[in-house]
Nanobody, 121 residues
Framework: QVQLVESGGGLVQAGGSLRLSCAAS????????MGWYRQAPGKQRELVAG???????KYGDSVKGRFTISRDNAKNTLSLQMNSLKPEDTAVYYC???????????????WGQGTQVTVSL
């Protein structure tokens, strides 16, 4: 009923930049909090950045000052601008959204399929 599709991952050299995008579609009534998470091999999934519907943001300590999260409420999209990338940023990045659907107006947590970001030396 609600789908999240990420794009923009890829291979980049250390110090480079990438921009991830996430598009939400389906039976959407309203999207509340959105966020980006990442999971590296052998590690737990961690919060990268989050943003409320009103635009308040929070960042993981390891990405503060390098990554910027933004959203477009009219288009139901989420973005993550990643600058000064480091090899330790290598992970699968997931889009997450708390969505109230038109099916039953109950808020549920949705995840995208993930997009690979690889940062080489």
């Amino acid at each position: 009923q609600v789908q999240l599709v990420e794009s923009g991952g890829g291979l980049v050299q250390a110090g480079g930049s990438l921009r991830l995008s996430c598009a939400a579609s389906g039976r959407i009534y309203v999207i509340h909090d959105m966020g980006w998470y990442r999971q590296a091999p052998g590690k737990q999934r961690e919060l990268v950045a989050g943003i409320t519907r009103g635009g308040s943001t929070k960042y993981g300590d390891s990405v503060k000052g390098r990554f910027t999260i933004s959203r477009d409420n009219a288009k139901n999209t989420l973005s993550l601008q990643m600058n000064s990338l480091k090899p330790e940023d290598t992970a699968v990045y997931y889009c997450n959204a708390d969505v109230r659907s038109t099916t039953d107006y109950t808020a549920r947590d949705y995840w995208g399929q993930g997009t690979q970001v690889t940062v080489s030396l």
